[in-house]
């Protein structure tokens, strides 16, 4: 084989996958239709309970998962194919044992983190496209009176 069939060849091959680039481009860099999207959060307490109400694009089929950390005190929800529609990643809240709320975006994955002054339980239900999520204030131990 001659060494022009042989670069002819070669530069045929290489256009034909130039010309593949763009596709292979778009259909990485696509989203998936059926991402959803956090649109609003609000924060509100109402007596000693603070109701953190976050807007999806989409309603979600389940809660989100979650987990706590004690130290600092923390509360985080994942939400996957979900990205931050918010337009920021930081709310100051100060209300009640919730600080400030933070949500960082990480590929098709979005976790919000709810940061407290001290820990305290907390419930989530669904509610149209909203996720409410009440956190109590603790009650501290009565103390007994002693004889």
């Not at 596709?23 to 999207?37: D, E, L």
């Not at 820990?119 to 999520?133: H, V, Y």
Request: aromatic share 4%; net charge positive; proline share 7%.
């Amino acid at each position: 084989m001659s060494t022009t069939l042989m670069k002819s060849q070669f530069l045929l091959r290489w256009f034909a996958a130039l010309a593949l680039l763009p596709a292979i481009v778009i259909a990485q860099t696509a989203t998936p239709a059926a991402t959803n999207s956090l649109d609003s959060l609000q924060a509100a307490q109402q007596g000693d309970v603070v109701v953190v109400k976050v807007g999806m694009k989409h309603p979600l089929a389940a809660p989100p998962s979650s987990f706590s950390v004690a130290d600092p005190a923390r509360i985080v929800f994942d939400f996957p194919q979900a990205v931050n529609g918010l337009g920021r990643s930081n709310q100051l809240v100060d209300q009640g044992a919730l600080r400030s709320v933070n949500i960082v975006q990480a590929g098709d994955r979005t976790r919000m983190v709810l940061n407290l002054n001290k820990m305290a339980p907390f419930e989530t239900r669904l509610e149209g496209n909203d996720l409410l999520i009440s956190l109590r204030a603790a009650v501290a131990p009565q103390a007994t009176p002693s004889a």
